[in-house]
Each structure stands twice: as structure tokens, then as C-alpha cells.
């Protein structure tokens, strides 16, 4: 069955960096797109970025210059790597692959992002 699985997660002081990582399993990795989601605490999940399956990438305004996401389509893998992290970038972040009308279809359980002052 499909299975993301992120790692990477963990706690940094403002303006510091994390790589964010998920593995991909169960399906043809190289013909979906693949995003980033997070959810802050007591806050709604919100988009973060997406990697298209040809490569085209794109990103939130309020993460964008910061983050960049990559796809190594050979180790099925996806990555988030995050710099000059803010106390507002806190929270769970999720993987998500293939999208379809109603969404993505499948999703990774989170990894958690702790940013402190």
C-alpha cells in the first residue's frame, strides 16, 4: 500500500535550518506531484509547496526565498529544506502525493517543527 513517511523534524532557534524528508513507497513516484503541507498549532493545515512531477516548483508566499523543495525521483524521496526559520513556521508538517479534483490522495503522518526565540 502507498506510504509517506516524513523525518527531519525537530526543535531550532529562529533563524536556523532543517531538512525535511519523505519517503515514498507503494506507488510510481515519478508520476505524481508531490507538497508540502503544515499546521501550526490551533490553526487550519496550510499549503507550504509543491514539486510538480516534471520538476516546476512553487511556494507560499510566506515561506517563499526561504524554503526550497526538491524531489530525487531515483530514491523516491522528497525534501523540504527550510532556512532562516521564524517562530511562525512552527508546526506539523505533512507530505502529500498525487493530486487529484477533490485533493491530495495521500498523505504522510507529519513530522513536528519547533522554531523558539
Known amino acids: 500500500q502507498v506510504q509517506l513517511v516524513e523525518s527531519g523534524g525537530g526543535s531550532v532557534q529562529a533563524g536556523g535550518s532543517l531538512k525535511l524528508s519523505c519517503a515514498a513507497s507503494g506507488y510510481t513516484f515519478s508520476n505524481c506531484g508531490m507538497a508540502w503541507y503544515r499546521q501550526a498549532p490551533g490553526k487550519e493545515r496550510e499549503w507550504v509547496s509543491r514539486i510538480e512531477r516534471s520538476g516546476p516548483t512553487s511556494f507560499a508566499d510566506s515561506v517563499k526565498g526561504r524554503f526550497t523543495i526538491s524531489r530525487d525521483n531515483a530514491k523516491n524521496m522528497l525534501h523540504l529544506q527550510m532556512s532562516s526559520l521564524k517562530i511562525e513556521d512552527t508546526g506539523v508538517y505533512y507530505c502529500?502525493?498525487?493530486?487529484?479534483?477533490?485533493?491530495?490522495?495521500?498523505w504522510g503522518p507529519g513530522t513536528q517543527v519547533t522554531v523558539s526565540s
Open positions: 502529500a502525493a498525487c493530486i487529484f479534483p477533490g485533493g491530495y490522495k495521500y
